[in-house]
């Protein structure tokens, strides 16, 4: 479906991304970790072409990804961006509909297929009940699961999702992300927090500094020997007992701080 083969990006005199080499295939759900700056955001913003990369390829759908077109490319991948502008004065169902326009021309009028499609979506994200609602009284976790909503009717074959679950209540973080599992969407997500891609993700890319500086099943990534050189800070992995999910937890720089 997706794959990057030693993919660089520099902006002004500063490497950003160096040598980042992945595949994601059909049905899986990748996660993307690091600490701030380490380009996480970046990679997704040259996976959805609003960056180019300097150097290396960037296959989607075994095609080139600077062969799509604008329009085509904005049929193909979805994105959930990290801060969406808020649009207070549209119901639910309009924004949902948002995702019919990289399929419409100027002024094509929307059939009842299209609004079928619509319903499904909302229906999917668990909004159906909502849809005449102004967006303005949506929760956080609802408004994310709408914005997810408006990429499923744009039909993607794959999902881009920034810190989706930032600034969300854990409940609505788990609900989210169940979501985007469940869709059966290949899905690229940038995750801040750690034990949330152990529990989701099928598979985890660890950056550091731009550099790609481990990727493989959760198992194979979160341990203490990649962790704590990235992060800083010495940590402790540990296998939930009713799970048998990889849980981390990050220890205090100074053994006397607990005490």
Not at 55 to 83: D, F, H, P, W
Not at 144 to 169: C, K, W
Not at 172 to 192: D, F, K, N, S
Request: overall charge neutral.
């Amino acid at each position: 479906m997706l794959k990057l083969s030693a993919v660089c990006l520099k902006l002004g005199e500063k490497t950003v991304l160096n040598d980042i080499s992945f595949a994601l295939h059909n049905n899986e759900f990748i996660g993307v970790i690091g600490p701030n700056g380490a380009g996480k955001s970046s990679l997704l913003r040259v996976v959805q072409r609003s960056l180019t990369a300097n150097s290396g390829q960037i296959m989607l759908k075994q095609r080139a990804l600077a062969q799509y077109k604008t329009a085509e490319l904005a049929r193909t991948l979805a994105v959930v961006s990290q801060n969406p502008i808020p649009l207070f004065a549209l119901t639910v169902e309009q924004v949902a509909t948002m995702g019919l326009l990289p399929h419409k021309s100027w002024f094509e009028v929307n059939h009842s297929q299209d609004q079928h499609q619509v319903s499904q979506a909302l229906n999917r994200v668990g909004l159906a009940d909502k849809a005449s609602q102004l967006i303005d009284t949506l929760s956080g976790g609802e408004l994310q699961r709408l914005y997810i909503a408006r990429a499923l009717v744009q039909r993607p074959a794959l999902l881009l999702l920034d810190e989706p679950t930032n600034h969300l209540d854990v409940q609505y973080q788990h609900q989210v992300l169940e979501l985007v599992r469940a869709l059966g969407i290949p899905a690229l997500a940038c995750l801040h927090d750690l034990n949330l891609a152990a529990m989701y993700c099928d598979k985890i890319l660890l950056l550091h500094q731009g550099q790609q500086y481990a990727f493989g099943t959760p198992e194979q990534v979160l341990t203490t020997e990649l962790l704590q050189p990235v992060f800083g800070l010495a940590c402790e992995v540990t296998t939930h007992v009713l799970l048998r999910k990889q849980q981390v937890t990050f220890l205090p720089s100074q053994t006397g701080a607990l005490c």
